[in-house]
């Protein structure tokens, strides 16, 4: 049994090995009489019992006396047969590090722990989660990190100091977790089926559980197709409601409103913002932060790749199980912000197939001739099927290059987008999956 990586964040709880990320359990628990169902199979039946269903056990992990807990005394109960279900799925029977958010307690950790003891696995070390995850793209002597959670978005506070990354403070933010956009999401597809088909499908817990089943498949062909089209069964029934876009992302701005402005309250000049893949693809949320800021899209493998890289520093403590909060960065060497980069480090130019052409102040065009032939000095030309014809413009602002589409979706860095944003050398632009790629690049002087 090979050496695991467990990341505790119950909108998905990742266990990984240097394969890579094994499974993702999200933080549901059943109890349907003698049986117990733990993490997507509890969650695809959580609104069908919700009386028998909990998912506050990882985020309120404590010893207290648990109402109506069917065959649970407490929440570290359920927590167990996560932890044993885990071990179970992803076989898991040796050494561990387990990777945990900010927002945990001195208490929270002792439990962790003692549940440990009585598992088929051994925890060998406990790491900041935000630090794991941002370890490898962290850019800045600051750096903010925003995860999302099933009732929560964490954001941690993180600065470099002698080469060394280090978790600062952690600031919960409730009520704008996967859970409570889910709860908007379904709302307002209930009112299109209502109002499109003359169906509520909440009125019923079946339909209701199928509405939820059914989400993430939605708001993956939304990101493709600018809409969401939404079927649900009802007996011989199928019914179809549309959902537009902007009406979605409207829907979600209030969550994004109470996001940013606590990341605006932690920021400073020269923060880099780092978010979860979770949190980022949440529709129109890149969209909502500001273009200054200097934004980094976390890949979910980060923590499994940290932990595995850097064991023998998160397992070495002599004198038992200690949280870690700091650790070296790659080569040793602190960074500096990406705002404060020498004019030297700045992208020169776009490269479009075999040209680099210059970002001053260049357009791109759709155009049925290709770049080279009838287009303008200036202006970069695109041959892409269904889009306008006036996709965006390069420009260089206070020695910074932009991107700006306007109200145009696009792709940056294979991340629905809108509007400007602040580039960097590598930095890959698509306007749609199958497009020509445009690349960043800086041309030094011989």
């Known amino acids: 049994m090979s050496f695991k990586v467990i990341e505790l964040n119950d909108k998905a709880i990742n266990v990984g090995d240097e394969t890579g990320l094994l499974i993702r359990s999200p933080g549901f628990a059943l109890a349907d009489g003698q049986e117990v169902m733990l993490g997507e199979q509890a969650e695809k039946q959580a609104r069908l019992k919700p009386t028998n269903s909990y998912n506050k056990y990882w985020q ?52 962790l722990l003692g549940l440990a003891q ?30 999302l959670h099933l009732h929560q978005v964490v954001v941690t506070r993180l600065t470099v100091e002698d080469g060394q990354l280090g978790s600062r403070s952690t600031v919960q933010i409730p009520g704008v977790g996967s859970q409570n956009f889910i709860d908007l999401i379904m709302q307002l597809a209930t009112g299109m089926f209502i109002q499109q088909c003359r169906f509520n499908p909440q009125h019923d817990a079946e339909s209701e559980q199928q509405l939820y089943n059914k989400l993430p498949q939605w708001l993956a062909q939304a990101q493709q197709d600018g809409n969401l089209i939404l079927e649900l069964n009802a007996g011989d029934t199928v019914h179809t409601a549309k959902m537009p876009m902007d009406s979605l992302v409207n829907s979600l701005n209030g969550h994004y409103k109470t996001i ?63 949280l870690v909060n700091t650790l070296p960065l790659p080569n040793g060497v602190a960074t500096a912000s990406r705002s404060s980069q020498s004019q030297a480090e700045l992208p020169t130019h776009v490269l479009y197939g075999s040209q680099a052409l210059p970002v001053n102040e260049i357009r791109i065009e759709n155009h049925q001739t290709l770049n080279g032939h009838e287009a303008p000095a200036d202006v970069l030309a695109l041959s892409v099927a269904g889009m306008p014809e006036n996709l965006g413009n390069f420009s260089v602002r206070s020695e910074e290059v932009f991107f700006d589409s306007g109200e145009l979706s696009y792709l940056l860095n294979g991340v629905t987008a809108t509007g400007a944003h602040k580039l960097a050398v590598g930095d890959r632009i698509q306007f749609t999956d199958n497009s020509d790629v445009l690349t960043l690049i800086r041309v030094r002087d011989v």
């Open 260 to 322: 940013n402005e606590q990341i605006a309250a932690m920021a400073t000049r020269d923060t880099q913002l780092l978010v979860s893949s979770a949190l980022a693809e949440k529709p129109g949320f890149t969209d909502s932060l500001p273009a200054s800021l200097d934004l980094v899209v976390v890949d979910d493998s980060a923590t499994n790749n940290t932990c595995l890289e850097y064991r023998d520093l998160i397992t070495s403590a002599e004198q038992g199980i200690s």
């Open 60 to 111: 309120e992990l404590n010893l207290d006396p648990i109402e109506h807990g069917n065959s649970f005394r407490h929440h570290a109960d359920i927590a167990f047969s996560h932890l044993q279900h885990l071990a179970h799925e992803a076989d898991i029977g040796s050494d561990v590090v387990i990777a945990v958010p900010g927002s945990f307690t001195r208490q929270q950790l002792s439990i």
């Open 118 to 147: 009585h598992s088929p696995f051994n925890i060998a070390g406990i790491v900041d989660s935000a630090l794991s995850a941002a370890l490898a793209s962290a850019g800045a002597s600051n750096v903010l990190y925003a995860d």
